[in-house]
């Protein structure tokens, strides 16, 4: 079986996996090319919103 190079769908598809594998990618890669997600920082989760370290207020 041959590809269909000549079909405009066949190159509609081929864009949309490509643009959907560069946007999986980019969440994955740390920067680079794609602007991964190198320069964030995590929250900490907390309990009812309280800063990490200090007692709760009862």
Do not use: H, S
């Not at 079986?1 to 509609?12: A, G």
């Not at 643009?19 to 890669?29: D, K, Q």
């Not at 794609?34 to 200090?54: C, D, F, I, M, S």
């Amino acid at each position: 079986m041959r590809v269909p190079i000549e079909d405009w769908q066949f190159w509609t598809t081929t864009l949309a996996a490509i643009l959907a594998a560069a946007y999986v990618a980019r969440g994955l890669l740390p920067g680079g090319i794609l602007g991964g997600r190198a320069n964030q920082t995590r929250a900490t989760l907390t309990v009812e919103g309280k800063k990490p370290g200090r007692p709760l207020a009862r």
